[in-house]
């Protein structure tokens, strides 16, 4: 039992597999899924355990009824609701009736690859440590509706630039989620003294890659300047982390720096050297090793196969 509670996935296939759900629709080699709940087995109701899901979820139901509990706070889902919820998270879904909700997933190196690499600045709610459900008047929703579907066409069209047409059709939907949530946004829900440091330690992490990657710093932060930062002992900020995300302080910096590197050699021209050193690695070989690593893959060989994909599109 204790086992399932603590169940980590770090994209929807591998949850639906595991839950024993079909994953026909979802795309693995994307980042990117979105389709409609009820088209899985013509799903009437749905429960998932309580789980931590290392990914984004974004949810639009037009008609539908439950609720989630996110860490210890439970939202009621009805028709006409928006939510998300982001990477770190435990939670469980309860669905009584679906019959037309829409779900999106995604990874943070999707945002930063197909939207843009500075995707934490303009959007400051996407780090938020929890985001209530909202319900919209019915007008609102179909503004979202139409935004929702847009990206699920592109989705399962066969385009070149299938992801960037996503991409460009998701910053719309940020738009529009910054208008309706984010400016009347109750920093309440941000929960207890442990939620406050997490989210803290979350704007500090993509700050400080924010300024590596743009030369504005030449050293990677280590443990005791993140807990530095909020006059902690390194080993209490890492206890908290570890409880309130079920991920180790070093994952977080290691897929950070791996989302940065993806994010550098995708979408500018400068080398793996110094890509590298605006990373904080002091030998560029370093770096190649790291990367690899983490993605079975060589910095050069990954920046190789994105200028392929481009070429051909």
Do not use: C
């Not at 009824?65 to 998270?89: A, C, K, L």
Request: no cysteine.
């Amino acid at each position: 039992m204790k086992e399932e509670k603590l169940r980590i996935f770090n994209d929807l296939h591998e949850q639906y597999k595991h839950l024993g759900l079909p994953v026909s629709l979802i795309d693995r080699q994307s980042d990117f899924t979105i389709f409609n709940l009820a088209d899985i087995r013509d799903m009437i109701t749905f429960r998932s355990p309580i789980s931590r899901l290392n990914f984004f979820v974004f949810a639009f139901v037009k008609n539908g009824q439950g609720n989630y509990t996110i860490d210890e706070q439970r939202f009621d889902i009805r028709p006409s609701t928006v939510y998300f919820t982001n990477p770190g998270h435990s939670r469980s879904f309860d669905w009584a009736e679906v019959e037309e909700v829409y779900l999106i997933t995604l990874s943070e190196s999707f945002l930063k690859e197909n939207v843009h690499a500075d995707i934490f600045e303009e959007f400051p709610f996407l780090l938020a440590e929890t985001f209530p459900a909202r319900v919209l008047a019915p007008e609102v929703f179909e503004e979202f509706e139409r935004l929702y579907l847009q990206i699920h066409k592109e989705y399962v069209s066969h385009s070149p630039f299938r992801n960037r047409l996503i991409g460009n059709l998701f910053v719309v939907l940020l738009l529009k989620i910054k208008e309706y949530f984010w400016l009347d946004y109750n920093p309440i829900y941000e929960g207890n003294r442990s939620s406050h440091i997490v989210k803290n330690f979350k704007r500090l992490l993509e700050k400080h890659y924010r300024d590596l990657s743009s030369g504005m710093l030449d050293r990677a932060f280590r443990v005791q300047e993140y807990a530095d930062d909020q006059n902690l002992h390194p080993n209490y900020l890492s206890s908290v982390i570890k409880a309130k995300t079920g991920k180790a302080i070093g994952t977080w910096i290691a897929e950070k720096t791996i989302a940065e590197a993806k994010s550098l050699l995708q979408n500018s021209s400068i080398s793996i050297k110094e890509i590298s050193f605006r990373l904080g690695f002091s030998e560029s070989a370093h770096f190649s090793n790291y990367f690899k690593k983490h993605t079975k893959i060589s910095p050069a060989s990954f920046r190789s196969e994105h200028i392929l994909r481009l070429s051909k599109g």
